[in-house]
């Protein structure tokens, strides 16, 4: 076997271990940020910033094969060092009590996704050093695209099974097999030791890990499902069982008062007997409450079935029973889904999404379903969303949120209240007139039969606190509908972990954009011409750098949006991550490996407006093969730019890979997390075509 194969496969494992700890990093920020999609962008960002910054660091040095073979074995060994960095960090993120611990998980989780890739980055300059022109540094991007590929591939189809830790620690093991299989020096071996202690003590981490959260329990076992990890963990008596979503208990010690707050305003407002809808992620309170009550039928709507399943095994032995009940179905399906294609109608409606990141995506995304929701409901029906009460703290971003949603529903029901309790927010539309005072709510309930507790004069000190917390008087009067073009408060997804402390510089940042983006609309075409005239400039100065900037920038930004509504269309993206990256590196390596002639220019016009169209069309409906179709082109279309560029020698191969990364970098930044809270989502692909229209000019005058 000659050198150059052997440098092949040993890189080709260096690039399947980067993009296997890219995704497991990825669905471990996922769980700790609540399935915010802005999370997705703030970690690639970093990863990116600190492969180009690798890359170039590695352009200035040059090792010997022997060096640089025993830096390989130790890059795998990082890979599962840095694995458990991240579950180390998991308490401080989980468990945040105060900011100084907030602040020292996300540095853990920063640092770990820094160093990797930059070390990643580092380990493609020197294997490119064999030969310094141009289409080495493509042959060894063909091989990254390809080994990414599979990763991704595997990452998402093995998920279901085993966990990504095995595939990681497989390759970290080959890698280092490989490596002893071309020297064996005491150092190799050791590193072979090494690797090996490690993963064994995998499960001893995980344990300690889940102690420091959840004192006096241990581990039992740990499932995946679609949205994400489910882990059991057992008393040492062995007397209880504590189930964990995401690291988080999956059935809250909610106090009693919780299931009648949850379900007795909206069912005070229908009549006896009524046909009920629940969906959202805790539906423990609903049913609780819903005990006691008469009901025609009721059907609990759930996206992912296997978690339910796992859940329902969990469940308290009363809401088992009702469960049971042959007028209780669990639908498998999204809200969206199950609302176009039903004939009936529902008395009442219920939605109780703890997470911000996903109640938003409910909600502000499309404001829409609130119009399909009215539909769905019987005359004199009564929807009713529950949020997270804020009496602890004051989260001016959830003000936002809630009143948004209140100022939207006011639009499309007749009536519309908003009630503080102790541990709901409740907004109530009905097309009859709704009663919330606490006197004539319990009157109402009565003629049904139900003797709450809830509504007695001992809460009510309690209320009228929280309500002055909640900041009911901001949340009625908020003028912002909901609006899928100017999603300033979309930001609460990323923004939400800050929600437990009252005011921050955060919250006094968020308050003066929104100020400007309300009164000052002309901020949206200063920044267009700023963006647009900044790369004009670029273009003028370095033509071939302008173009693959262009490539990486388009294609990275163009990635994330078809991630988004992915994301937001039909749920799911813990799972699927690594299959959306690798259909992206697909799509790339077609782009890199196609033949260069002057139709390829062409072939680029036709993949930018397909792309454009494709995210277009997906703010009006949703499609996964529209999706699938935008990430696989987006791919494409910075594969064969960069190739094209490639191909006339006139700039090193390994600056132009840097120059791609940096435009995916500022793609990754600017679109996702500036342009589209601040200014919606229809500038970025007016960005994307102003940054085309001169990038194919550039290319049919000067290549």
């Known amino acids: 076997m000659n050198q150059n194969l052997k440098n092949g496969y040993l890189f080709f494992l260096v690039s399947f271990i980067a993009l296997l700890t890219q995704v497991i990093y990825l669905r471990q920020v996922l769980m700790l ?18 492969n180009g910054l690798g890359v170039l660091l590695g352009s200035r040095q040059s090792f010997s094969t022997t060096r640089l073979y025993t830096l390989v074995q130790l890059y795998s060994v990082f890979a599962i060092v840095f694995y458990y960095v991240i579950i180390i960090a998991r308490p401080e993120l989980l468990g945040i009590t105060t900011s100084m ?104 981490i995980e344990a300690q890990s889940l102690k420091t959260l959840f004192a006096g329990y ?33 059935i809250k010690a909610n106090p009693p008062a919780a299931a009648e707050e949850a379900t007795l305003p909206a069912l005070a407002q229908v009549h006896e007997n009524p046909s009920i809808l629940i969906t959202g992620s805790d539906i423990v309170p609903l049913l609780t409450g819903l005990s006691q009550v008469k009901h025609k039928d009721i059907h609990i709507l759930t996206e992912d079935l296997k978690y339910f399943k796992i859940l329902q095994t969990h469940l308290p032995a ?47 995304y499309f404001p829409q379903n609130i119009k399909m929701l009215h539909e769905a409901l019987n005359t004199g029906g009564c929807l009713s969303l529950l949020f997270q009460s804020e009496a602890a703290y004051s989260g001016r971003i959830n003000k936002n949120l809630k009143g948004s949603v209140f100022n939207t529903t006011k639009q499309t029901f007749r009536h519309t209240e908003v009630l503080g309790l102790d541990n709901f927010t409740v907004i109530l539309a009905s097309e009859n007139p709704l009663s919330t005072g606490l006197t004539e709510m319990q009157q109402n309930l009565a003629k049904y039969g139900i003797q709450p507790t809830y509504f007695n004069s001992f809460h009510v000190g309690n209320r009228l606190r929280n309500q002055k917390n909640i900041g009911m008087d901001k949340i009625t009067g908020y003028e912002t509908k909901l609006s899928f073009d ?32 309300r009164n000052l609309r002309i901020w949206q075409l200063i920044a267009l011409i700023i963006f647009i005239s900044a790369f004009m400039l ?20 163009a990635q994330t949006m078809f991630i988004y509504f992915y994301q937001l269309h039909f749920g799911h993206i813990y799972l699927l991550i690594g299959l959306l990256i690798a259909l992206f590196m697909v799509g790339l390596l077609g782009g890199l490996m196609l033949k ?54 006139q700039i090193p191969g390994l600056h132009l890979y840097v120059n791609d990364l940096l435009g995916a970098m500022a793609g990754n930044i600017l679109v996702p ?29 000067r290549f």
């Open 101 to 204: 611990s907030l602040m020292r998980g996300i540095i853990y989780t920063a640092n770990s996704i820094i160093l990797i890739s930059g070390f990643n980055g580092w380990l493609f300059a020197q294997f490119a050093k064999q030969t310094k022109t141009g289409q080495n540094v493509l042959i060894l991007y063909k091989i990254e695209t390809l080994a990414f590929i599979l990763a991704g591939l595997l990452s998402t189809i093995v998920y279901l099974y085993y966990p990504a830790f095995l595939i990681l620690a497989g390759a970290a093991v080959t890698t280092q097999l490989l490596v002893l299989r071309q020297q064996k020096k005491w150092w190799n071996y050791l590193s072979i030791a090494l690797i090996l202690i490690l993963i064994l003590f995998k499960p001893t």
């Open 596 to 649: 260069n002639t002057d139709q390829n220019k062409h072939l680029a016009v036709t993949a930018l407006i397909s792309i454009i169209a494709l995210l277009l069309l997906l703010t009006l409906t949703g499609s996964r093969v529209a999706v699938f179709t935008g990430i696989l082109l987006s791919g494409f279309y910075t594969g064969l730019l960069f190739n094209t560029i490639n191909y006339h020698k």
């Open 538 to 557: 670029f273009s003028y100065r370095k033509p071939g750098y302008a173009v693959v900037f262009h490539g990486g920038f388009t294609g990275i930004a």
């Open 486 to 517: 100017k999603p300033l408060v979309y930001l609460a997804g990323l923004l939400q972990m800050f929600q437990k402390y009252s005011v921050n510089l955060t919250t006094r940042v968020m308050a003066i954009g929104e100020k400007i983006y």
């Open 318 to 364: 009363r809401i088992k029973k009702i469960i049971q009940n042959p007028n209780v179905r669990v639908i498998h399906k999204t809200l969206q889904n199950h609302l176009k294609n039903r004939a009936g109608k529902y008395d009442l409606i219920y939605i109780n999404e703890p997470r911000p990141a996903l109640m938003q995506n409910a909600l502000m």
């Open 673 to 701: 997390i500036l342009i589209i809270p601040l200014l919606g989502f229809y500038l970025p692909v007016i960005l994307i075509l102003g940054m085309g229209i001169i990038s194919h000019f550039l290319l049919y005058q």
């Open 218 to 250: 241990s581990f039992v076992e740990s499932k995946s499902t679609s949205e994400g990890e489910l882990t059991l963990l057992a008393s040492k008596e062995g007397a209880d069982t504590l189930l964990l979503f995401q690291g988080s208990p999956a």
């Open 33 to 50: 940020f609540e399935q915010s999609e802005y999370i997705i962008s703030i970690f690639l960002f970093l990863w990116l910033g600190a």
